[in-house]
């Protein structure tokens, strides 16, 4: 039995040939030379992969020493201060500035503010001081107020030399202290008042008492006989 080529001529084998050539290189062309290469690309993104994954995996080793380090910043920054003791503010400020060595008068209490918020969750207390020191003493209390034992920061601060000489320094400063706000009491819930029930049924109306009418005499009657 003759196969499918003995049956073809000397050409039309040859024919058959360059056809099926070029159909594999069209095929190669367009299937098989485009993925040259991913290999490599695959490759570079599982070494980039595994190491993102090992440096997670190092940061969530750390998390104990994270936590710690946590721990030993809070208790740097100090706690925020009462509502008591901000009302002590001045006391606080006076009692400073004599160890600081500042001449401080003219104590004014401001108002306390929020911040301009109305949901805002710390209080401001202010006072406003004059004083008269050196520039050690003027440094020296600022860094005591600054501690975290008190909290208390310069809002505003003007300062000038005092004449004649010139030596000491003089001014105006604004203190400035938070603390926490309390919550505003929530309102007791009021239940409501149920009104007295009243019989809202209609009363029948009282009946009319009868009335005796004289009814006159048909007109059309006939008349009664004359006598004779």
Do not use: C, H
């Amino acid at each position: 039995m003759k196969s499918f080529f003995d049956k073809l001529t000397p050409a039309e084998r040859r024919l058959v040939v360059v056809v099926g050539i070029a159909v594999f290189v069209v095929i190669n062309i367009w299937a098989i030379f485009p993925t040259f290469g991913k290999y490599g690309e695959f490759e570079d993104k599982r070494t980039k992969t595994l190491k993102q994954i090992a440096t997670f995996n190092a940061e969530i080793a750390k998390e104990g020493a994270y936590k710690k380090q946590i721990q030993e910043l809070s208790s740097l920054g100090g706690e925020v201060a009462s509502e008591a003791q901000a009302l002590r503010l001045v006391d606080e400020v006076n009692s400073q500035a004599a160890l600081s060595g500042i001449n401080a008068s003219g104590f004014s209490p401001l108002s306390r503010s929020f911040g301009g918020k109305t949901n805002a969750f710390f209080e401001e207390a202010s006072v406003s001081i004059n004083f008269t020191t050196g520039e050690k003493e003027l440094i020296d209390f600022l860094y005591r107020l600054a501690d975290k034992e008190f909290l208390i920061r310069a809002k505003s601060l003007t300062v000038q030399t005092e004449p004649p000489g010139r030596m000491r320094l003089q001014g105006n400063m604004t203190l400035v202290k938070s603390y926490q706000r309390k919550p505003s009491p929530k309102p007791a819930p009021t239940t409501p008042r149920t009104a007295p029930a009243t019989n809202t049924a209609a009363k029948p109306a009282p009946k009319a008492a009868p009335t005796s009418r004289t009814v006159p005499p048909p007109t059309n009657a006939p008349a009664a006989p004359l006598k004779k």
